[in-house]
């Protein structure tokens, strides 16, 4: 498998447009994790999905952003408008459910976006 | 609320040291920790992962320890060489229904030739 598939690996955009980040979890994996790196805060939960579901997303920061997850293979995070202050590595990651205790097991990371809003 | 703090945050040594990166954990009530590497512009590489029931676990020179009573973990790094130089990020998955990792700040470690 090549991993956790983030795209686009960098972004420049002006305040207030739409930015739509995108990532491809490894397969048969069933949690799906948006982080958001800074050097203030370091890395922190934004959202978490298990089989498509949104569980947690009281990371968020705002409501300009949203998180969806289609389908198995495909998730989104979108921040809609952009701001400078959203400006960080956002990493997106993936993992396997134990099933009997339905927890996640070991977690496996995208290269990440780094986004720069100007 | 879970809280990690890494000590130190950052360290420089020698080439060929041991080194011991710590990480400390408020809650105990864990499933696991796991510890990651990342390079300067790059994602994080999942290093060693230690279920609450272990207490350690060794791959290569990296040995991982693990007191969940004391909320402590320790990062052993044998004969440290050039090419180990990154940030060490020490993650925790808390029980309670929050599935997600809880990261410290890291420890940004240099490895002089």
């Known amino acids: 498998d090549a991993g956790v598939i983030q795209s686009p690996r960098h972004e420049v955009t002006e305040m207030g447009q739409e930015v739509t980040l995108r990532c491809k979890p490894i397969s048969g994996h069933d949690y799906l994790f948006w982080y958001r790196q800074t050097m203030m805060r370091g890395l922190e939960l934004l959202i978490y999905?298990?089989?498509?579901?949104?569980?947690?997303d009281s990371g968020m920061p705002e409501d300009r952003f949203s998180a969806k997850m289609p389908n198995a293979s495909f998730s989104t995070l979108k921040i809609q408008p952009s701001e400078p202050r959203d400006s960080a590595v956002y990493f997106c990651?993936?993992?396997?459910?134990?099933?009997?205790?339905?927890?996640?097991?070991?977690?496996?990371f995208g290269q990440g976006t780094r986004l720069t809003v100007v | 609320k879970q809280e990690v703090t890494q000590i130190p945050a950052a360290l420089s040594v020698p080439e060929g040291e041991n080194l011991v990166l710590n990480c400390s954990f408020t809650d105990s009530a864990i499933y696991n920790l796991q510890w990651f590497r990342q390079d300067p512009g790059k994602g994080l590489t999942s290093l060693l992962l230690?279920?609450?029931?272990?207490r350690e676990q060794t791959s290569g020179r990296l040995n991982a320890s693990l007191d969940k009573s004391s909320g402590r973990s320790t990062l052993y790094i044998a004969a440290s060489q050039p090419g180990d130089s990154a940030t060490y990020l020490c993650a925790v998955h808390s029980g309670g229904g929050a599935d997600g990792l809880t990261f410290g700040k890291g420890t940004h470690l240099i490895i002089q030739p």
């Open positions: 999905f298990n089989n498509n579901v949104p569980i947690d």
């Open positions: 990651a993936s993992s396997l459910g134990d099933r009997g205790l339905r927890r996640n097991t070991e977690a496996f």
């Open positions: 230690i279920q609450s029931s272990q």
